[in-house]
């Protein structure tokens, strides 16, 4: 079981550029949420997805952010025209259930992928 | 509004030493609570979980415990070690705010041999 999977670890992007961060959850996991930790700070929740739906998105930037999480194939968070504030750590978490009850589906958290902003 | 801190941001012992990091949130009407360590430039490891029924749990040389009460939990690390230096963080779930957990901005321990 390789655990939560992202990929890249590092991405350096120019302001304006696309960055497409991919996460692959663990195995059996059907639930993912994506945080974000800016420098300096605590980590933040963005989004919660379930296979082919988004189910809270409310700590999600209004423009150029969007997630995705296809039947098939890892969950996406694409961030359009990036600009020097999007740098930061992102981080990806599955669970088997939508709810933590227990100490048997906690959150597992993914490595993290490091976006630079140059 | 729902919140979690942590004092104190950084803490430095003696190796050998018991310490303990604490944890504050605003709405007592927690439904779980975590605590996760993060190395730096890795992920986040959880350590413990402690459900809102529960007062404390314990894993090794830690234990973590729940005052929902007083909008607290503590975390003891006992006989410290180097190895145990990281970034200590806890996060907060609430049934109002569904699946996703509030972050404190952690504690940096350094434990030097």
């Known amino acids: 079981n390789a655990g939560v999977m992202q990929n890249p670890r590092h991405l350096v992007r120019r302001r304006g550029q696309e960055a497409r961060l991919r996460c692959s959850p663990m195995k059996g996991h059907s639930h993912v949420y994506w945080y974000r930790q800016l420098p300096e700070e605590g980590l933040k929740f963005m989004v919660y997805?379930?296979?082919?739906?988004?189910?809270?998105e409310s700590g999600m930037p209004k423009e150029r952010f969007s997630a995705e999480f296809p039947k098939e194939g890892p969950s996406i968070l694409r961030i359009q025209q990036v600009v020097r504030g999007d740098s930061a750590a992102y981080f990806c978490?599955?669970?088997?259930?939508?709810?933590?009850?227990?100490?048997?589906?906690?959150?597992?958290f993914g490595a993290g992928s490091r976006l630079t902003v140059l | 509004k729902q919140e979690v801190t942590q004092i104190p941001a950084a803490l430095s012992v003696p190796e050998g030493e018991n310490l303990v990091l604490n944890c504050s949130f605003t709405d007592s009407a927690i439904y779980n609570l975590q605590w996760f360590r993060q190395d730096p430039g890795k992920g986040l490891t959880s350590l413990l979980l402690?459900?809102?029924?529960?007062r404390e749990q314990t894993s090794g040389r830690l234990n973590a415990s729940l005052d929902k009460s007083s909008g607290r939990s503590t975390l003891y690390i006992a006989a410290s070690q180097p190895g145990d230096s990281a970034t200590y963080l806890c996060?907060?779930?609430?049934?109002?705010?569904?699946?996703?957990?509030?972050f404190g901005e952690g504690t940096q321990l350094t434990v030097n041999p």
């Open positions: 978490a599955s669970s088997n259930t939508g709810v933590i009850t227990s100490g048997a589906n906690v959150l597992t």
């Open positions: 997805l379930q296979k082919e739906n988004i189910i809270d």
């Open positions: 996060a907060a779930g609430w049934e109002t705010s569904g699946s996703r957990l509030t």
């Open positions: 402690i459900q809102s029924s529960q």
